[in-house]
């Protein structure tokens, strides 16, 4: 996700756009920047870093324009810095364009544009497009809107551009697929953006602009045309949504929008890597060191908190898909310990911000002894991104709330789609199950949505449960990892002791906690350790225990046994987890949001910890 921001009229632009994007920070952040048309030609400035940094840097340069659009980027293609910032240039320098979204096929397109002696000034995919729509206005002596909607049919992915040119001073030519753009109408002048939110002080008339659609935009005309040239009526509506609801997408919180995004989320990680038809996995960045990874004899995941969660997961995947021995290091202890690290051990480091101190030096530690390092990172070009070999990125756009959600079930994609792609080349999976597996993952994001549809009935559950002293989480193979999950999301929302066990370690002690106050959260999705986990059950309520659980919808005998239950979708056991987290972080957040607690900044805590 990118913010994106234009204006075309009487006022100021670079004010409305400076102070637009620092609204749309919460979209994307790692590089900012504007172009400006003052009249006489275009002006860009751009760096890599927070809108602040860019508005610091440009302090006493000539910013004087009344047409101007500005960009503040979540890096997908090439790494956050000033060269691969928005907008950017097109060869002839007549043109400068933003963009949100990602160009599948800007390979090809980037190969047409060098043999015909393009060069390119960055790593980015619309650099490329911006190119090869100034090839083509070049090539067929056609207007620039012409050239916009000749090049988007060749397009593949998502987009939403927002383009200057030099010999037209007061128009913003715009256009959008998959991803989101409102113009704001104002009294001789027009807003653009990727939500309302930077126009909302101006004018809450706006224009949502669809798939395939292409905006003229100056400042007392609003031209709206479909790719097949056809002008449409834009349909005016007036805005009654306040500025912070906006920001959090009509959400209460960040955490519950994230939590709400993950069909998408998951959507975004597998897209341009899974393909079930073809059964294959595509991942360059795990391709590179396949061979490695196939020979190696032991895998060591690292990381923290939520992320170290996933690693546990990955454990049983990766020892069930590629017979490979698995462990799993909390960084914070494998860092201070003298570990035994040989030549061709695989280090997969995960880390949602990839910034994660400790984190980071364990694997710096382990480099130096020779291993190969894997980042499973969502902050494109984060430290622990740069440290490592290769890797692949979870594409779950900015997790703002603290309690990581979005970026658990990305990495678990992530993880699993690894697992896949090395036991198909070792040979280690039967072509069938493999086959199935990949079905069955590119059907996860609608079993997430299908689970989220339930969100009301735990909502309920939370209002009951939400003055319980301790909660008990438990649950065995996959789901043991996602009862740690658990049991870490209700703590740090909701500021109740919860702690995570293996579900047959009961019976070696924490048992004896069980009285009548404690609700006990099992995680017991049908799977193959299902009827042992059965059994627990039975035995914490035989000791009055109040028994919670996770469970595969039709599971009637396991509902007989709880108080109350969470309801997911049928999955293959591997693939379980991405579904039985999601009960777990909506009964976090709304016990802490009837506890009336701060879920998006919980206390004593930072969403990257980046000390030791
Ligand atoms: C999870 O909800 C917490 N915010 C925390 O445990 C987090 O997962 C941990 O600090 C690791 O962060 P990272 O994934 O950015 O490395």
């Known amino acids: 996700m990118c913010g994106i921001v234009g204006y075309t009229g009487p006022r100021q632009a670079y004010p409305i756009i400076i102070k637009g994007l620092k609204r749309l920070e919460y979209r994307g952040y790692d590089s900012t ?29 000539d910013l004087n324009a009344n047409v101007g659009i500005g960009h503040t980027r979540w890096a997908t293609h090439g790494e956050p810095s000033d060269r691969n910032a928005h907008p950017h240039q097109s060869a002839s320098g007549k043109l400068a364009m933003i963009h949100n979204g990602i160009i599948e096929n800007y390979n090809q397109l980037k190969q047409e544009l060098t043999n015909k002696g393009y060069s390119f000034t960055s790593d980015t995919d619309t650099e490329v497009l911006l190119n090869f729509i100034e090839e083509i206005k070049k090539n067929n002596n056609c207007s620039l809107e012409e050239a916009v909607r000749v090049a988007l049919k060749r397009v593949t992915g998502a987009y939403v551009i927002l383009l200057l040119d030099a010999d037209n001073p007061d128009t913003i030519i715009a256009a959008r697929k998959g991803s989101p753009l409102v113009i704001g109408v104002g009294k001789g002048e027009h807003f653009l953006g990727s939500d309302a939110s930077p126009m909302l002080e101006y004018t809450k008339e706006v224009v949502y602009v669809n798939d395939y659609e292409l905006a003229i935009v100056r400042p007392d005309e609003l031209i709206l045309k479909n790719l097949g040239n056809e002008k449409l009526t834009p349909y005016v509506q007036k805005l009654d949504i306040e500025l912070a609801a906006i920001e959090k997408g009509g959400y209460d919180h960040f955490m519950l ?174 072509q069938t199950r493999y086959n199935n597996l990949l079905k069955e993952l590119e059907e996860i994001p609608e079993k997430v949505a299908w689970t989220l549809q339930h969100s009301e009935h735990i909502k309920a559950l939370a209002e009951k449960y939400k003055d319980a002293r301790d909660f008990l989480y438990l649950g065995r193979g996959y789901n043991f990892p996602v009862a740690l999950e658990g049991a870490l999301k209700l703590k740090e929302i909701s500021y109740i002791h919860a702690e995570g066990y293996p579900a047959a370690e009961m019976k070696h002690g924490p048992i004896a906690l069980v009285d009548d106050q404690l609700p006990v959260v099992f995680v017991a999705t049908k799977d193959t350790y299902h009827e042992k986990v059965v059994s627990n059950m039975q035995e914490i309520k035989a000791r009055k225990g109040r028994v919670i659980a996770v469970i595969t919808e039709g599971d009637e005998h396991s509902a007989s046994l709880c108080e109350d239950v969470m309801i997911v979708p049928e999955a293959d056991e591997i693939l379980a987890p991405m579904l039985s987290v999601i009960p777990l972080q909506l009964l976090a957040y709304y016990i802490g949001v009837a506890k009336g607690l701060d879920v998006d900044k919980p206390r004593n805590l930072a969403k990257s910890v980046t000390v030791e």
């Open 257 to 430: 929008k994230e939590i709400f995004e993950q069909p998408r989320t998951i959507h975004d990680c597998l897209r341009g890597r899974l393909d079930a038809t073809a059964g294959t996995i595509t991942m360059s960045g795990i391709q590179q060191y396949a061979e490695q990874i196939v020979q190696t004899n032991r895998i060591v995941m690292i990381a923290c908190g939520t992320s170290w969660h996933a690693g546990l997961v990955a454990e049983y995947i990766f020892e069930e898909l590629t017979r490979i021995n698995v462990e799993v290091e909390y960084a914070s202890e494998f860092r201070y310990r003298n570990p035994v690290i040989n030549k061709g051990d695989v280090i997969i480091a995960i880390s949602q911000s990839g910034e994660t101190a400790d984190t980071l030096v364990a694997i710096e530690k382990a480099k130096e002894n020779g291993a190969i390092i894997l980042g499973v990172v969502n902050v494109v070009g984060s430290s622990i991104a740069r440290v490592s070999h290769g890797g692949a990125y979870t594409h779950a756009g900015p997790e703002i709330g603290v309690a990581s959600t979005k970026a658990f079930t990305a990495q678990l994609a992530v993880l699993t789609m690894i697992a896949l792609k090395i036991g198909y080349i070792k040979g280690t999976i039967e």
């Open 33 to 61: 920047g504007v172009a400006l048309h003052n009249g006489s030609g275009l002006k860009v400035f751009k760096k890599k870093g927070k809108v602040a940094e860019l508005e610091e840097a440009i302090v006493g340069k």
